[in-house]
């Protein structure tokens, strides 16, 4: 700072110097004349520097000023300062630049809105989600073209707290959830998220928990309606009593039967890997086509067809509890004097299919896709007079998505049905022998 001072006073020194030089042996008043007159000089050079400096300021493009002393440094400061100064501005906008794009690319809608809440901005996930254009809404009021009366009143009262979910403007089949955040000069940022599948799920897990009760319930109420009787009776006959036992046996077997069925699907989902090893799906076949006909009783034509004697690489536990809810399934749903087919046989790409063929009732194709949901029964009573929980279809899809497998069902009323467990070839052993025979009991009469 000291180095400052030392120019400007050495100037008044030696000008005031050189004054008293020029002035000596002339009139009184020429050395403070000349002392005037120099400092009027050095006055109207800086004065010139400092016009030179603001318009320089006040140009667009700065060429590179030079100057000496004084100026030269303060210059060389200045230019330094706008320099980082300028750096500074480039980076903002290129981290402003940097989140913009980002934001344009979120999956979540966000609109930016001004203090009277109309359109400033947008991106491309508010356009899918909430229908809004950036060529034809930026500066429209949001309230005319989200239309939802819910909408309205949380946007004005600024509810900054709670989201909101509605119906997205675009389609009824999908669910928004609306947040609104603050933003600074009055302004807000609306983010809009997808929730049509966590809603889906939630929906998913409510009818779950209702059907697991429904179904509970009735047991239940048979069993407790039987004991309660009893206790009720002052002296309860054994015989009267034991005439009801079969009757109790049998819904505690259906809860037993549901629990489960409930631990299984809840076993399969907790285990995303099976443990495999070669499963003999012939030998499999040959022994549910056995049980097929014990379960039957002699009511229907049990046929079992080995087309090949091909294995799976497997859980042997899990596709014998699939295989068999099919087999089951055809017993059950298919009236006495029906046939029922076992077929194992090549599918396509190398791949093998099991089949189970009846010549029941068949199923109305509205039903097909639906078979699988848990609890999903065509005929409701039908199915519970035979023991069911509606569980069955959901686990074999379960197992069979396990082996990279599917479910393919093919169904004409009044005709019967095939449900086919179709296997993909990397999970078939290959076997070169064709036409294995089928050494099972089949066709009682
Ligand atoms: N072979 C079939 N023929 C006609 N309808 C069938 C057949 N297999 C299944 N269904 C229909 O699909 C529904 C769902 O079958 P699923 O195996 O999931 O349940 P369930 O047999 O009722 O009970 P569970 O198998 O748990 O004892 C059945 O209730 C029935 O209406
Ligand atoms: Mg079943």
């Known amino acids: 700072m000291l180095s400052f001072w030392w120019r400007p006073l050495g100037f008044a020194l030696g000008l005031a110097f050189f004054s008293l030089l020029l002035s000596s042996g002339r009139p009184p008043g020429t050395g403070w004349a000349l002392f005037s007159a120099g400092l009027l000089v050095y006055l109207i050079y800086h004065l010139r520097q400092l016009r030179k400096l603001t318009e320089w300021l006040a140009a667009d493009d700065r060429p590179a000023l030079s100057a000496d002393g004084l100026w030269g440094d303060a210059l060389y400061r200045l230019e330094k300062l706008l320099r980082s100064r300028k750096g500074a501005q480039q980076k903002a906008a290129a981290d402003l630049e940097q989140m913009l794009e980002a934001t344009r690319n979120l999956p979540d809608g966000v609109v930016i809105l001004d203090d009277n809440n109309r359109i400033q901005w947008l991106n491309q996930a508010a356009e899918r989600l909430m229908g809004l254009s950036p060529n034809r809404d930026l500066g429209q009021f949001v309230l005319y073209l989200i239309r939802h009366s819910r909408f309205a009143d949380w946007l004005l009262t600024e509810d900054y707290a709670h989201p909101l979910s509605i119906d997205s403007p675009v389609s009824r089949e999908r669910a928004l959830s609306l947040q609104q955040i603050p933003l600074p000069r009055a302004q807000k940022m609306l983010l809009a998220r997808d929730i049509t599948e966590i809603a889906r799920v939630e929906a998913m897990r409510r009818d779950f928990v209702a059907n697991v009760s429904h179904e509970l319930r009735t047991p239940i109420t048979v069993i407790v309606g039987f004991l309660e009787a009893f206790d009720d009776m002052p002296n309860p006959d054994p015989a009267e009593f034991r005439k009801h036992i079969p009757l109790m046996r049998e819904q505690s077997d259906r809860i037993r039967r549901l629990v489960d069925d409930l631990l299984t699907l809840a076993r399969l989902e907790n285990e995303p890997d099976t443990k495999d090893e070669a499963v003999d799906v012939p030998a499999m076949a040959r022994r549910l086509a056995e049980e097929a006909g014990a379960m039957s009783q002699g009511k229907h034509h049990v046929g079992l067809e080995l087309k090949c004697g091909a294995r799976l690489i497997g859980n042997s536990q899990e596709l014998y ?76 899809k379960h197992i069979l998505q396990r082996h990279q497998a599917r479910l393919r069902i093919d169904s004409i009323v009044g005709k019967g049905s095939t449900f086919s467990a179709v296997f993909p070839a990397e999970r078939v052993i290959p076997d070169k022998t064709a036409d294995v025979p089928a050494a099972a009991p089949s066709v009682p009469a």
């Open 321 to 396: 509890g699939a295989l068999a809810n099919l087999v089951s399934n055809a017993v059950r749903y298919t009236p006495a004097g029906g046939h029922i087919d076992l077929r194992w046989a090549p599918g396509e790409n190398n791949g093998m299919v099991f089949s189970v063929t009846d010549t029941g009732e068949g199923i109305e194709a509205q039903h097909i896709p639906r078979l699988t949901e848990r609890f999903y029964r065509v005929d409701r009573g039908r199915s519970r007079a035979t023991g069911g929980t509606g569980l069955g279809l959901a686990i074999v």
